[in-house]
């Protein structure tokens, strides 16, 4: 069966109405994608294509109140987030929303999420699934975003299929109290083309669109997963300041966690500024701060 004849089998009308008008490969690819994102001050206010997309799309479940078009898109997230913590029933729907949107791309990971009983139990399983390397939840979702800088941005299907757990995930790493943040140093390694490495030069400020885990252990930061993005033969190591006051200082998901990595993993978005890098043979180091917000 195809993913379109999936979700209307299981009656996921929503879902399966997205899957006719998009692109429906589901095939785990590995995409060529700069992780480096110029900053500019119009991203900070208005946020990237697929997280708005997605509220626009679900706008009954996420936010059925009217929206002010004067807040940024990180005032709208918490105001959602706060109504989930406030309602007895929005959870709910957003759990179930989820758990249709992301049946397509992984059944196992959707059953589970539909399953939590109580509120805390299903934002642990939101965190969760994102460190199980075993469904490509973590690959899906992170191409989707790094996808947005795409010119004339058009998310695809698995884009929009993975839109409500981005925002869902989103929302628990800038605002779920119990994520504590970490202001200490943090370290990610990845293997960057060149093209992409030479973007990393001293002074320049970028963003990361996707979620990005590092850990406070530079031995665990070698074995986070890289299957999207930019691949190459340099072997880069990100050593990253977190001191700034900044509501996208890395969340600590220690707890939550498949694996024991020390995990701190930064919201989409963050901003970040190059203050050093070295070059020895076809190992780098380059040093970061996190930028204040």
């Known amino acids: ?3 379109e004849q999936i979700a209307g089998e ?3 009308t929503d879902v399966q109405k997205v899957l006719s008008e998009h692109n429906t490969n589901f095939e785990v690819v590995d995409e060529e994608i700069d992780t480096f994102q110029p900053w500019h001050i119009d991203i900070e206010r208005k946020g990237f294509g697929l997280i708005p997309i997605t509220l626009a799309a679900y706008k009954n479940t996420f936010h059925p109140k009217m929206i002010d078009p004067r807040k940024s898109i990180v005032s709208v997230l918490r105001d959602i987030f706060n109504d989930l913590n406030t309602s007895p ?16 791309v992984c059944a196992k990971s959707a059953e589970t999420v539909k399953e939590c009983s109580y509120r805390e139990g299903f934002y642990k399983q939101i965190i969760y699934a994102y460190t199980e390397e075993a469904t490509y939840l973590y ?3 992170n191409t989707a975003l790094r996808r947005q800088r795409e010119c004339d941005y058009k998310p695809s299907a698995i884009d929009l299929a993975m839109g409500p757990y981005v925002v869902m995930y989103q929302m628990l790493l800038l605002f779920w109290d119990d994520l504590s943040r970490d202001n200490t140093k943090t370290y990610r390694q990845m293997k960057l083309n060149e093209n992409d490495l030479e973007k990393y030069q001293v002074g320049v400020q970028f963003i990361w669109l996707a979620f990005v885990s590092s850990s406070v ?4 930061a070698k074995s986070f997963p890289t299957y999207t993005g930019a691949t190459g033969e340099n072997t880069t190591t990100f050593i990253i300041d977190n ?6 200082q890395p969340r600590d998901i220690e707890h939550y966690a498949r ?3 020390n995990e701190r993993v930064y919201p989409a978005g963050a901003k970040f500024e190059v203050t050093k890098r070295s070059r020895k043979g076809a190992s780098i180091s380059v040093e970061l701060k996190l930028l204040s917000s």
């Open 243 to 248: 001191t700034a006051k900044s509501s996208y």
């Open 1 to 3: 069966m195809t993913a």
């Open 217 to 220: 252990n530079p031995e665990k």
């Open 10 to 12: 299981y009656g996921y």
């Open 259 to 261: 694996y024991p990595e």
């Open 89 to 104: 029933t929005r959870w709910i729907e957003v759990r179930d929303k989820i758990s249709d949107s992301i049946y397509v």
């Open 139 to 141: 690959t899906y979702m």
